[in-house]
């Protein structure tokens, strides 16, 4: 049996840093048609600083949402939105969120089905864009408002990580991840540690064909419309796991089975902000250039925040409570560089 069925990640999954114009510009090498892109402007903190900028295909070009605050979708955005998805990229607007003379940026873009489909496995009818190889579905519906509604996902395994949020209302960003399991969520947009709460999860595991909500107005207010981000772990490629910190600057190591290409940490059990790093702002398998989801910061560049990215995982080393407090617990989602075995191996280090 094969390590992994996907010899190349960035088929699939890429980070493209780009320089932005203030006109409208379009950002090619992405290597596929994006479904789902999200952006940030790395270079402006404080009072220049703007939002994160989250567009898909099932929602539509020029409909934003941001993971750092409850925001409901915004459509043509005042500061700047993505306008186009193309064969080898994307296209924003001009606007200091997306695209500032002289700003630079990040983009995280993902491949789902380039397309959509309805799902009818749930007892609410969703549109879903899906990767089954990758692991990756966008999932649009409509809540119920009844406790223990179902959604289809279309992945064909069961997720482990899923992000719902609330289009229509300013309600904050729920997260399901498989280490903390259905009874407990996370708050993409806030530093909140994890909570208890049956209206999110609805206490019910996800299946290999549905995933189940509580009648909260995070994930399932009756008539208004979310969408959520849903990944399902495929070796050699993503990984969502948990690991507990050893408060050593020389610190926990974390398996995931191939060379990361983007991780994003979360303590679990205090308050804490959200850290993203991925392998396209760092040089020499060394990341330390820090993003927080939950926040319009500009990017950190900071020697006490760093990961070390290896063949077969990330190495901590760090004593920061963001990422490796002494026994702190923390959840990660992660995405492959390069698989640790197989056609295009990681490099050892």
Known sequence: MAYTTIKKPSDYFNTKLYTGNDGTLAISGVGFQPDWTWIKCRS???????????TDAV???NKTLVSNDTDAETTNNATGYLSVFGSDGFTVTGGDAVNGVGRTYASWNWLGANG???????SITSTVSANTTSGFSIVSYAGNGTAGATIGHSLGIKPSCILVKNRDNND?????????GATKFLTLNSTNAAGTNSAEWNNTEPTSSVFTVGSGTNTNTNTQD???YCFAEVKGFSKF????????ADG???YTGFKPAFVIIRRTDTAENWTLFDNKRDVDNVAEHLIRPDTTAAEEIVSNYRLDLLSNGFKLKTTDGKMNASGGTYIYMAFAEEPLVGDNPATAR
């Open 44 to 54: 402006h903190g404080g009072s220049a600083s703007f939002e994160h900028v989250l």
């Open 59 to 61: 929602r539509g070009v």
């Open 116 to 122: 959509t489909a309805s799902n009818t496995d749930g």
């Open 172 to 180: 904050s960003w729920r997260m399901y991840h498989t280490s903390l």
């Open 226 to 228: 979310y969408i959520a």
């Open 241 to 248: 796991g948990s690991y507990v910190g050893n408060g050593n």
């Open 252 to 254: 926990t190591f974390v």
